[in-house]
């Protein structure tokens, strides 16, 4: 069964709210895959207007998490593998190159940061907070990505973060694989602190293969 989720909007702006609260959601598995959003019903969710939530539905539009169909409305769609498999590719071009630059340039200071973000990670793999894992394993890789050194290969990733971030949350959901994907991630981090590139992406590599595979195992068993 999917976590229970207070999906009433707090105040900040409505529609950054809004958009978080149904990111969040989609991430938690509260929208199936091929399950279509009735607006009425998320507004009374949500608790705001109906043109409130046709912005952040274009907002979750843009980050591929919904599509939009007109005549039939905002719904949660159905990734064939060759889709995932596709971005994964690219995740795996840009991340792998991240973090080798970033052991050529990270400062201390923000190595630290690094290691703290692992550090919430592995708090966060030893719990059953889905989200957690999937929100503490994206700050990770926004550090690496951010001293990579590229601000237009970390602007490209950013356009993969949600979706990265939706298979995460399903491999996830695999017994062990927080676990191991801590193991994983604290070998990248290893080898970003001792400065070796090539260790750097060997590790990178080997946490995105075992991701896919991970997420592979999880859509033929329907999780």
């Not at 043109?51 to 998490?65: D, F, G, I, T």
């Not at 030893?126 to 690496?144: K, N, P």
Request: glycine fraction near 6%; proline fraction near 4%; include cysteine.
């Amino acid at each position: 069964m999917p976590p229970d989720l207070n999906l009433r909007v707090l105040p900040r702006t409505v529609q950054e709210e809004t958009v978080r609260k149904l990111r969040l959601a989609i991430f938690s598995g509260v929208f199936e895959p091929g399950s279509r959003l009735i607006e009425s019903q998320l507004c009374v969710q949500l608790g705001i207007s109906r043109p409130s939530l046709r912005e952040a539905l274009r907002s979750l539009a843009a980050e591929r998490l919904i599509d939009i169909v007109p005549n039939r409305g905002p719904s949660i769609p159905t990734l064939t593998w060759e889709e995932v498999t596709a971005i994964y590719e690219v995740r795996e071009l840009l991340e792998v190159e991240a973090a080798g630059r970033c052991s050529q340039r990270i400062s201390g200071e923000q190595l630290l940061a690094l290691k703290e973000a692992l550090l919430a990670f592995e708090k966060a793999a030893s719990s059953e907070d889905s989200l957690a894992r999937v929100t503490t394993a994206a700050d990770f890789y926004s550090v690496i990505l951010a001293n990579c050194g590229n601000p237009i290969l970390e602007e490209i990733h950013r356009g993969l973060v949600a979706r990265i971030s939706l298979f995460r949350s399903r491999s996830m959901s695999l017994e062990g694989r927080a676990v191991s994907s801590l193991a994983e991630m604290k070998e990248i981090y290893d080898a970003i602190a001792a400065g070796d590139e090539k260790a750097a992406r060997k590790a990178a590599g080997k946490h995105i293969l075992e991701a896919m595979a991970a997420t592979k195992r999880s859509m033929d068993s329907g999780s």
